[in-house]
């Protein structure tokens, strides 16, 4: 049996981890705010999913004079750079691809939220292109999210859903979960690896992603390029030995999971011997001044794109990341993990586009970060909960509990929060050790407590 039910962890135990100086992930001992955002040192870069394991050491964004990369970044990208230059190095670009007879000379991955929206917008009415927009479809995908789809083809965008098997994606996803608690797992590795794989086989040589991720605190050299590195998404050779799903070896999946090569394939790297040399994964971030809150304001206008009906939890806004309820589950587990909930993610960005003041953020941080995801709570455990009507006794072998309740995912939550950023309180509730409001009291103004969202 691979995976069990977990204990409640007492405060005793949590304490004495703390004193022994016992961290999760690799990540920095001190917690330390950036004195511009909200974001702290334990951020964690994005990473390589494919060799991602529960012994795997974070790289975290790099903080100078106590200031975050992100921030730094934010101000060269609104004073440094000469965004008509780069609009004309775009147009250059895809003036070496373009098609002549209106076939498809590029792909677009994206769920036709505001981002991947403007993105083809633009790409087909200013820059001429001729985009194939594709989408891995949602794992609990929301109405309003489907209503943007169908916004997105009534924009002019030709679109592939891919559907993957979902018993397959269902396993892995609680196999990622029990092992990393990362539900989002199987999803990214569509987001990376179906482009790549889809352009090789339709001879299709341009894609296009949104921002790069060194705007949000990977390592600032990836700045440099407007090529995403092709480790993200390829490797040299398939190795069922290192390569990694939810934690577990291909090699271990196949024998102890009944599953075979055509299951796990859209989750794998794609051999670099079988790219196309002509084959380039760019970052539209790097050609044009990228602003998620004008990239909702544009799709307001140019389409009948439509928010979530109220706020998301665990955030302030109804416009950001809506077509997916699984995304409730990733930013709430990646706040247990590093200490830093959706809000975080979300004010920080808008404090480095002039959004909002820093003191806003922390506001919204303190009114909103860590909620807990109860609106979608039983969607959830019901999509990774495994029965014997779609799975082998083998395979729940696997599982003590194949079904899992909220009291099962709470506990297993909790194994994840490393002891240097999570206590647990004298009314046994778990609080950040060191939050942002330490050294600066601040209280939520009367119109912040009594804000729905914005519209």
């Known amino acids: 049996m691979y995976f069990s039910k977990q204990s409640k962890i007492t405060k005793e135990e949590n304490q004495k981890d703390f004193d022994e100086g016992k961290t999760l992930y690799g990540l920095p001992r001190e917690v330390i705010y950036c004195k511009k955002c909200v974001i702290s040192n334990q951020r964690p870069n994005s990473a390589i999913e494919y060799k991602h394991l529960k012994s795997t050491k974070k790289r975290t964004i790099n903080f100078n004079e106590g200031i975050c990369d992100a921030c730094h970044v934010a101000e060269k990208k609104h004073k440094e750079i000469n965004w008509k230059d780069r609009e004309e190095a775009l147009m250059s670009l895809c003036d070496k691809f373009r098609s002549k007879d209106g076939s498809h000379d590029c792909i677009v991955p994206g769920s036709g939220g505001k981002d991947s929206f403007y993105a083809s917008y633009i790409l087909k009415y200013k820059f001429k292109m001729n985009p194939l927009t594709i989408t891995w479809a949602p794992l609990l995908p929301t109405e309003w999210g489907r209503a943007n789809m169908i916004s997105w083809t009534d924009a002019g965008m030709d679109n592939l859903l891919y559907r993957p098997n979902r018993r397959v994606q269902r396993l892995l996803t609680r196999i990622s979960i029990e092992n990393l608690l ?105 050609f044009v001044k990228w602003h998620p809150q004008s990239n909702y304001y544009f799709a307001k206008e140019k389409s009948d794109f439509v928010t979530a009906p109220e706020r998301l939890q665990g955030t302030y806004t109804k416009y950001i990341s809506t077509d997916d309820k699984m995304e409730y589950f990733n930013f709430y587990t990646l706040g247990i993990k590093f200490g830093i909930g959706w809000t975080s993610n979300i004010a920080s960005h808008e404090i480095r586009d002039g959004d909002l003041s820093r003191t806003e953020g922390i506001n919204l941080v303190k009114k909103y970060d860590h909620e807990y995801p109860s609106r979608y709570i039983q969607d959830f455990l019901d999509f990774v909960s495994l029965d014997k009507k779609k799975y082998e006794k083998k395979i729940l072998d696997n599982f003590e509990f194949p079904k899992i309740d909220k009291e099962y995912f709470d506990n297993l939550a909790d194994t994840h929060r490393s002891p240097h950023i999570w206590k647990i309180n004298d009314i046994n509730e778990w609080e950040l050790r060191h939050s942002i409001f330490e050294n600066e009291e601040q209280e939520i103004s009367n119109e912040l407590k009594n804000w729905k969202g914005n519209k």
Do not use: R, W
């Not at 999803?187 to 794989?197: E, I, R, S, T, V």
């Not at 921002?211 to 190795?239: P, R, V």
């Open 182 to 286: 990362h539900p989002f797992q199987s999803f990214m590795f569509g987001q990376k690896m179906l482009a790549p794989k889809l352009a090789s086989k339709l001879g299709i040589g341009l894609i296009f992603y949104g921002e790069n991720q060194a705007e949000y605190g990977n390592d600032a050299k990836e700045l440099k390029t407007h090529l995403m590195a092709d480790h993200f998404y390829s490797a040299d050779g398939i190795d069922k030995k290192n390569i990694f799903i939810g934690g577990l070896s291909v090699n271990t999946l196949q024998k102890d999971f009944n599953l075979c090569d055509n299951d796990l394939s859209l989750y794998l790297p794609i051999n670099k011997k079988l790219i196309s040399s002509g084959i380039s994964v760019a970052f539209l971030s790097h």
